[in-house]
């Protein structure tokens, strides 16, 4: 069977008329062009070059052939630069995403994702990281930003992508009813946190035992913006990514709560599978960390918590 190799000495020679002018556009010697025509003519069991004609023609077959030779050696120049252009991606990117990433920055990067890979279909999935992760070892997704890292055995590349910070924040009619910076006034005041399942659950369990809140109330649900609304509604003491619930706070609607120690950040990665499309995954995690960073300048870090009417300090 013959190889592209032979097709584009085939083609060069019957272009330019020629085998040393053919091989001189393919950066070969003659006598590699003349080794790889004849090995093609000996795979299709005819002779394709008239060598005795100046310039060199292509026999009756030869002409027929060479017709199919262009197009094979276009329809590898277009599958290659699937690979090459990435601007021309034109598959399906099967992208998991945390709430968190859900509900601030995620709008604009799939708005800038979309404008840079006009032909890219996205198929969407929001849910928490252990989810995320079994789907991405099934090979359900191909990429997600989510927490945890890589799960053991997986072969995938994995990058940081953001940061947020967490915090307490309570609607300002419970915020007044609390001690400033003695979580031990907590203890009877509901906490409102994300799903057993995800770490940012158990870390709020770890860090008020740590603070001497044995059993704690939390409230439990899947959606960052269920976790504002019920601390708007003053079900609770809201944990949430401060960046988030910026425009609440600025509005009066939330308070943030002075705590004795800060309660650990959500640290969130970017990972995909090596064996899905790993160099355009790679420019997408790009894209990614831009927008993260771009939301985090817009937003910024909320100011200290303040002293509110209505603590009292001790």
């Known amino acids: 069977m013959f190889d592209f190799k032979e097709l584009e000495a085939f083609v060069w020679v019957v272009r330019l008329g020629s085998f040393r002018k053919g091989a001189t556009k393919l950066h070969v010697t003659q006598p590699s ?10 795979s299709v069991g005819e002779s394709l070059l008239d060598r005795s004609a100046r310039p060199v023609q292509p026999t009756l077959r030869g002409r027929e052939f060479f017709t199919h030779a262009e197009r094979l050696l276009e ?3 277009e599958a290659m630069r699937l690979f090459q252009d990435e601007e021309s991606f034109s598959g399906t990117l099967r992208l998991g ?10 709008p604009t990067f799939m708005r800038r994702l979309a404008e840079r890979y006009p032909q890219l279909t996205i198929e969407l999935m929001v849910d928490i990281s252990p989810f995320l992760q079994q789907r991405l070892a ?39 009813t609390l001690r400033h910076g003695d979580m031990t006034t907590f203890a009877d005041t509901a906490f409102i946190s994300f799903s057993k399942q995800a770490r940012p659950y158990s870390e709020l369990v770890a860090y008020l035992t740590a603070l001497g809140i044995d059993t704690p109330r939390i ?12 601390s708007i509604e003053g079900l609770g003491i809201g944990v949430l990514p401060v960046a ?11 308070v943030r709560l002075t ?8 640290i969130y990665d970017a990972i995909w599978r090596r064996s899905n499309y790993p160099s355009f995954c790679a420019s997408v995690a790009r ?13 910024g870090k909320l100011s200290s918590p303040t002293t509110m009417k209505g603590y009292v300090d001790t």
Not at 259 to 266: A, C, K, R
Not at 287 to 299: E, I, P, R, S, V
């Open 33 to 42: 062009i003349s080794d790889r025509i004849t090995r093609l003519e000996d």
């Open 287 to 299: 894209l990614a960390k831009q927008c993260a960073a771009d939301y985090a300048q817009d937003h």
């Open 219 to 230: 409230h439990s649900t899947s959606t960052l913006m269920t976790i504002m609304r019920m």
């Open 259 to 266: 705590l004795e120690e800060p309660l650990p950040p959500m």
């Open 138 to 176: 099934e090979n359900d997704l191909d990429m997600l930003f989510a927490m945890d890292g890589l799960s053991p055995g997986l072969s995938a590349i994995q990058t940081p992508l953001c940061t947020f910070e967490m915090g307490m924040f309570a609607a300002p009619e419970l915020a007044a």
């Open 97 to 106: 995403v945390i709430e968190t990433i859900a509900s601030s920055w995620c």
């Open 244 to 254: 988030t619930v910026r425009d609440a706070v600025d509005a009066g609607s939330l």
């Open 75 to 77: 329809g590898r120049d």
